[in-house]
């Protein structure tokens, strides 16, 4: 897995039936194919801050996902370190 290009984003997609708390998603892109993903968590679309894809506030649900979206980021870090080197694509 020798990309030219990686990268990894966390938005907020807005269900089908209008509540105030969304669904978060990621994204991965590889060279410019990229992939969606729901994490099944919900949040307030109020509170979260989109230019750095977290959970805005010091309240503890916004410590508790904010740590989730670093604990997510890392294991998809781990995963293409492991790919790359396995060489698998």
């Given at each position: 897995?020798?990309?030219?290009?990686?990268?990894?984003?966390?938005?907020?997609?807005?269900?089908?039936?209008?509540?105030?708390?969304?669904?978060?998603?990621?994204?991965?892109?590889?060279?410019?194919?990229?992939?969606?993903?729901?994490?099944?968590?919900?949040?307030d679309?109020?509170?979260?801050g989109?230019?750095?894809?977290?959970?805005?506030?010091?309240?503890?649900?916004?410590?508790?996902?904010?740590?989730?979206?670093?604990?997510?980021?890392?294991?998809?870090?781990?995963?293409?370190?492991?790919?790359?080197y396995?060489?698998?694509?």
């Amino acid at each position: 897995m020798l990309e030219s290009s990686f990268g990894l984003g966390f938005f907020l997609k807005r269900p089908r039936i209008e509540r105030r708390e969304w669904i978060l998603y990621f994204r991965i892109t590889v060279d410019g194919i990229r992939r969606e993903s729901s994490t099944k968590r919900r949040w307030d679309n109020t509170r979260w801050g989109q230019r750095f894809e977290k959970a805005v506030g010091s309240k503890e649900d916004a410590k508790s996902l904010n740590f989730f979206l670093d604990s997510l980021t890392l294991k998809i870090n781990e995963i293409k370190t492991e790919m790359m080197y396995s060489g698998k694509p």
